[in-house]
């Protein structure tokens, strides 16, 4: 009677497991196609995106980059090399070094030779102090904001607020721009001024990479297993996270790495929430509930061509804090925004993007753990029916792996970053090895981000960061 419980009980689950996974990734397969819709549509923009550089930008508007800096001595020349160096006719550069204790602020100096000016910086978004400001002789487009600390969010409304333009771009003072990126992102803002508030773009993993004066000058794939892992993550990741919900106009996330803003937009919100865990997703989505509320018209863009290169975490303890902080993330706009839930009033948004969130960014981890250990009990014990067993690998297992395999094909359609044969197949490798194992790490570690939220865990953890790769001089 007993046996015939567990056997009924655990056949159960797995039977449920299997529908759930088939839903979840079916879900992935048609954010998959309408990332291909979206690359396909964007793509009509580059006529006219070249059609402006030919005439050298002069329907350009021009846009501050704001580049919030704590502890970034390893990479923070390079990045800020990179960002000077863009192909745009008016722009300028706005570093804040939010209270660094390592030598941010010396490597600034040193590399750009900044000096002291006389520029007051009121903000209605931050009460932080700042100490100082500077504007480098080199480059009179980059200043420097020295203030105490007070956290990313605050760094970045510090810098949101002393923007002379009405076009913002946050990125990381860890990442380098392609030379068009800029540019690139801007298309959206051209073709609908009117509606267009944020736009997105790519972030890739440079790891392995060779940087040369804030370039890339060779692509390579990262020079560790982690890296590679990550590299199949990213892909995915911004294609269906990102781009498959451009047609609905419901990407409820862009990531803090690289995103242009209308500066009008991000102070009518009110900035920057101060000690959100994950505060560029709680912007995006505070935008739509604004404008959603307010009944305006509004577009929140991603554009998967432009490109920031950024350096993903390299050892399991830095990477498992990262994903540990970014469930956490998830989970803070879940539980400020859950009003949107299967509301109708915010269209997709409400209706397919929230659910989504919660059935599968959410629960998945908690799903796929717990059904693999039922797996393992269940034919330890002889409990499971084998055609169970494998309608689980078909559906959870390699359902999963075409997905990231199919993916990674559409990447090298479309944009073609890693052409060498080797490469791809390396990728393709690292897809499976990804979904046969390196998922389930991960799921442990959201899992343990969740926890952490319940406890009243919102500390952001360490990154350590090793710098950019730079290629050998051959002596002569």
Sequence with gaps: MIRYFFETMLNSFIEFTIVYYMWANTVYMLLLVSAVYAIRKQSRLKPMVDLVQKAQGAYLPPISIIAPAYNEEATIVESIKSFLLLQYPDYNVIVVNDGSKDNTLQELEREFRLQKISRKIRSSLSET??????QSQLHPNLIVIDKENGGKADALNIGISASDYDLVCCVDSDSLLEEDALLKVAGPFLADPEKTIVCGGTVRVVNGSEVEHGRVTKIRLPDNFLGLLQVVEYTRSFLCGRTGWNVFNATTIISGAFGLFSKKAIMEVGGYRKGSVGEDM?????????????????????VPDPVCWTEAPRDLKILRNQRDRWHRGLMEVLSSYKKIFFNRRYGFLGLLAFPYLVMVELLEPVIGLFSLAVVAVGISLGYLEWSLVREYLL???????????????????YFGRYRQPLQFL??????????LFFKYIVSFWRIQGTIRYFRGGHNWGKMKRTGFRTPVKKAS
Aim: proline letters at 0%; a positive charge.
């Design 129 to 134: 102090r700042v100490r100082q400001v500077y």
């Design 282 to 302: 709680e912007l995006i989505v505070r935008l739509h509930d604004h404008y959603r509320r307010n009944k305006k018209k509004y577009s929140i863009v991603f």
């Design 395 to 413: 559906a959870g297992v390699l359902y999963s792996i075409l997905l990231s395999v199919l993916s990674i094909i559409i990447e090298e359609i």
């Design 426 to 435: 390396a990728l393709l490798g690292a897809a499976f090895c990804e979904t």
